[in-house]
């Protein structure tokens, strides 16, 4: 890793008791998960995010969507949590207080270990059904002509994953803001920033009082507003903040 870890920083966590993480796309880049966009390959190249990610393209054409959702999944599925994933589930037993809220669908913050995770986008891991939003328990049932449909409320399913148009998960909302609000330290980690209201929360935190870490491999937009903007990979940003602090 190139980037010199500063040592107020590290004093800084040192002292910390509350620790807040907001992660994006970019924290699953070394698990080799594509981003939304780079995903919209091979079979996909000629869709849009918007053809296949709003509730008014379900409508239309409901198999479409699933297929696509289901070559994710599967994509997710067959990937592993990388070293930044794991460095944060360990990190997470450090701090009296630690909430990692994620705009990722793909859980490998969970697969990492990481227990209090806050999806902002949903997951791609469980389905609901279209009509009521009741979760699936267990398996997807087999079908001959997707989707399927809830066993229980007999409607579509779909990914239970936020879409253009839809509002985000209240409760992972308020409690994402609050700790914001309330932390020492706030890391975003692997977002472009430009997506609100997540990208919101670092702005929020530093406006609060918290010292704020950026670490992304490129400059984003929220860089300059930082206290540290550390240029590097996650997944080897992470792990050497951790030896420095057990160190
Ligand atoms: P983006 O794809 O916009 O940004 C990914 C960021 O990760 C970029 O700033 C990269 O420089 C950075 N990055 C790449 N490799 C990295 C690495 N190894 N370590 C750390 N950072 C790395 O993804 P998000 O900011 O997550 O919303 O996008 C936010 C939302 O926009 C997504 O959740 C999605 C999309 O519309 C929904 O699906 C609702």
Same mark, same amino acid.
């Given at each position: 890793?190139?980037?010199? &870890?500063?040592?107020?920083?590290?004093?800084?966590?040192?002292?910390?008791?509350?620790?807040?993480?907001?992660?994006?796309?970019?924290?699953?880049?070394?698990?080799?998960? !594509?981003?939304?966009?780079? *995903?919209?390959?091979?079979?996909?190249?000629?869709?849009?995010?918007?053809?296949? #990610?709003?509730?008014?393209?379900?409508?239309?054409?409901?198999?479409?969507?699933?297929?696509? %959702? *289901?070559?994710?999944? =599967?994509?997710?599925?067959?990937?592993?949590?990388?070293?930044?994933?794991?460095?944060?589930?360990?990190?997470?037993?450090?701090?009296?207080?630690?909430?990692?809220?994620?705009?990722?669908?793909?859980?490998?913050?969970?697969?990492?270990?990481?227990?209090?995770?806050?999806?902002?986008?949903?997951?791609?891991?469980?389905?609901?059904?279209?009509?009521?939003?009741?979760?699936?328990?267990?398996?997807? !049932?087999?079908?001959?002509?997707?989707?399927?449909?809830?066993?229980?409320?007999?409607?579509?399913?779909?990914?239970?994953?936020?879409?253009?148009?839809? *509002?985000?998960? =209240?409760? *992972?909302?308020?409690?994402?803001?609050?700790?914001?609000?309330?932390?020492?330290? %706030?890391?975003?980690?692997?977002?472009?920033? &430009?997506? %609100?209201? #997540?990208? #919101?929360?670092?702005? =929020? #935190?530093?406006?609060?009082?918290?010292?704020?870490?950026?670490?992304?491999?490129?400059?984003?937009?929220?860089?300059?507003?930082?206290? %540290?903007?550390?240029?590097?990979?996650?997944?080897?940003?992470?792990?050497?903040?951790?030896?420095?602090?057990?160190?």
């Amino acid at each position: 890793m190139n980037t010199e &870890l500063p040592s107020e920083l590290l004093t800084e966590l040192r002292k910390a008791k509350r620790v807040a993480v907001l992660t994006g796309a970019g924290i699953s880049a070394e698990s080799k998960i !594509p981003t939304f966009r780079d *995903a919209m390959t091979g079979l996909w190249a000629s869709f849009s995010p918007e053809d296949l #990610a709003t509730p008014e393209a379900f409508a239309r054409n409901p198999r479409m969507v699933w297929d696509w %959702y *289901a070559f994710r999944r =599967e994509m997710c599925a067959k990937a592993l949590p990388n070293p930044g994933h794991l460095a944060l589930a360990e990190l997470e037993t450090r701090f009296e207080e630690f909430t990692l809220t994620t705009q990722n669908v793909d859980g490998l913050h969970q697969r990492a270990g990481s227990r209090r995770v806050l999806e902002l986008h949903g997951s791609i891991t469980r389905v609901k059904c279209a009509d009521t939003g009741r979760l699936l328990e267990g398996e997807i !049932p087999a079908c001959d002509n997707p989707p399927p449909r809830h066993p229980q409320t007999g409607g579509l399913l779909r990914p239970d994953v936020v879409w253009f148009g839809e *509002a985000l998960p =209240e409760r *992972a909302l308020l409690e994402s803001a609050r700790a914001a609000l309330s932390c020492d330290v %706030y890391f975003t980690i692997g977002t472009s920033a &430009l997506v %609100y209201p #997540a990208a #919101a929360l670092p702005i =929020e #935190a530093l406006k609060a009082g918290a010292t704020v870490v950026e670490i992304n491999p490129t400059e984003t937009p929220f860089s300059n507003t930082a206290s %540290y903007s550390l240029r590097g990979k996650a997944g080897e940003v992470l792990p050497a903040l951790l030896a420095a602090l057990q160190g």
